[in-house]
């Protein structure tokens, strides 16, 4: 009997051999996806002992370090279900935390009505969970890729949530009213020059670079982003930015400069600083 198991430990030294980051995780995530059970069920599982075959084409793509979630075609962001390919950055798990941050700021969605912006949309991870989470808010999808607009269309419609999102191609908050916005998020390009030649291979070669590469210390994008989100901010409004690890106390004088206060530079999950907070 061939179990999903076996077609694991087949295929591994490929990938092993490729020096594919964390080989068998990826592996055990394509091969219960293409058999459509969770990972307990790999060892009893019993399978067609033609299914290392089926697999060769996705396999091959790994052995490129091409990145699982744009092998698969889809990755899950918190409750949501992301078509990923390379017109956007796949979500990571900082950015989940990023959505939670902002959904756990009780004095943005006590507001009567909430407006509220995703800048750098991307696969529209962010602004989609809004709109699951708080039906009523005016969600706003914002990002200077034509491509990248059109795939968070198409994942707001997997998520049934595409009605009540407005999209919206442009720089940054270019044409946005002044003193409209409740909130304004962002996950923007923040990887510094030195930064950038030490990713790893699936993200530098595959990920789009334009949605990585802050300039030289991964600061430009953030130097135009808060002005700009300080002037589209209703008085007493909320900035939640992604940030670099060692971007804390630029980004902190970056704010104060604009005339944010209660500014607070945070950590993630894996200690490292991760996200800055700022109130009009």
Known sequence: MTTGRDVVE???????????AEARVKLEWLVCETLQVG??????LEVDATTPAALEAK??????????QYVLGHAPFLECSLLTDPRALIPRPETEELAMRVLRCGALWSREEVNIADVGTGTGCLAITFAIKHPAAKVMAIDVSADALKLAR?????NQVAERIEFRLGDLLE???LESLDAVVSNPPYIATDVLATLDVSVRDFEPLAALYGGEDGLEVIRRLIPAAFAALKAEGHLFLEIGDE??????GLLEQAGFREIDIARDMYGNIRFAEAIK
Request: proline share 5%; net charge neutral; aromatic share 0%.
């Open 247 to 252: 971007q804390g106390e630029a980004v902190r």
């Open 154 to 158: 198409d994942n707001a419609r997997r």
């Open 39 to 44: 990972r307990e069920a790999l060892d009893t």
């Open 59 to 68: 396999i091959t793509r790994l052995e490129r370090h091409e990145p699982l």
């Open 10 to 20: 087949t295929l591994l030294p490929r990938l092993e051999q490729a020096g594919v």
């Open 175 to 177: 044409g946005v009213a």
